[in-house]
């Protein structure tokens, strides 16, 4: 039967997933970037170049937001839901969402398709920032009822 112990596992498992396709997908751009040459406004030497470095960029704060989901899950699997350390991964995430639609809006620049992922990265960052403000209130609520005699 499915419970929360196992959605819970389901949902570190896809996240150890994403870390590894963003890694591969890192790895393999060189390979990778002929597939987005057709696109590209800039000359396309220069615009190869950019992209690569663009992806690169762009995964450190995908794997800082994987690590802290990971982590995120992880606390919650031990019962630590309204905790301070979830508010502050939960911070973290929204704002690794933020870089991440700044590095496409950027990017947008020379490869317009880069808008896409930026609005979807700003959106899901607003998003975050918001289940971050439940639960940054519910912790001072929890903290509230543990101090009430």
């Known amino acids: 039967m499915w419970n929360d112990k196992k959605s819970i596992l389901l949902s570190r498992f896809c996240v150890v997933i994403f870390i590894l396709g963003v890694v591969a997908i890192a790895a393999a751009m060189p390979w990778l970037i002929g597939f987005f040459t057709p696109a590209f406004r800039?000359?396309?030497?220069?615009?190869?170049?950019v992209f690569i470095v663009t992806v690169y960029v762009g995964a450190v704060p995908a794997l800082?937001?994987?690590?802290?989901?990971?982590?995120?899950?992880?606390?919650?699997?031990?019962?630590?839901?309204?905790?301070?350390?979830?508010?502050?991964?939960?911070?973290?995430?929204?704002?690794?969402?933020f870089f991440g639609g700044l590095i496409c809006a950027a990017a947008s620049f020379y490869y317009l398709p880069w808008?896409?992922?930026?609005?979807?990265?700003?959106?899901?960052?607003l998003i975050v920032r918001v289940v971050k403000n439940v639960f940054s209130r519910a912790v001072a609520l929890q903290d509230d009822a543990d101090h009430t005699i």
Request: hydrophobic content about 55%; proline content about 2%; overall charge positive.
């Open 115 to 125: 808008i896409l992922l930026c609005v979807a990265a700003v959106f899901i960052g």
């Open 42 to 49: 800039e000359p396309v030497a220069t615009a190869k170049t």
């Open 64 to 97: 800082v937001l994987l690590i802290s989901l990971f982590n995120l899950l992880g606390r919650i699997s031990r019962d630590q839901v309204f905790v301070e350390k979830n508010v502050a991964s939960l911070r973290l995430i929204s704002w690794c969402c």
